[in-house]
């Protein structure tokens, strides 16, 4: 299966920006659903953002306007502007072998990476 590897992970004041980056082994086959999701300390793991084989993508109401996803081959990235406190957590990328659809599920996407911690100070 596609191994993923998150970076670009750190520390940044509310504001600021952090771009995230996730390296897959091998070139994504068509169809799929990449997605970013992150988890808070003693918080639920949340959908953040997803972009399928065609190009379509997704953003939570909680990013949306702020964060941006793009995908160029076998790197998935996520662009994240005016980083507020909630967005503290460890963010994971993860690809499904299906296009995207609203009601798919965590299991849906065979293959995660280990993820990369961002925090967030005032």
């Known amino acids: 299966q596609v191994q993923l590897v998150e970076s670009g992970g750190g520390s940044v004041e509310t504001g600021g920006s952090l771009t995230l980056s996730c390296t897959a082994s091998q070139y994504f086959r068509s169809p799929y659903c990449l997605g970013w999701f992150r988890q808070a300390p003693g918080k639920e793991r949340e959908r953040v953002a997803r972009?399928?084989?065609?190009?379509g993508t997704w953003y939570a109401d909680s990013v949306k306007g702020r964060f941006s996803i793009s995908q160029d081959k076998k790197i998935l990235s996520l662009q994240m502007n005016s980083l507020k406190l909630d967005d503290a957590g460890t963010y994971y990328c993860?690809?499904?072998?299906?296009?995207?659809?609203?009601?798919?599920?965590?299991?849906?996407?065979?293959?995660w990476g280990q993820g990369t911690l961002v925090t967030v100070s005032s």
């Open positions: 972009i399928n084989s065609s190009g």
């Open positions: 993860a690809v499904a072998s299906l296009f995207c659809f609203p009601t798919m599920s965590d299991s849906d996407f065979a293959s």
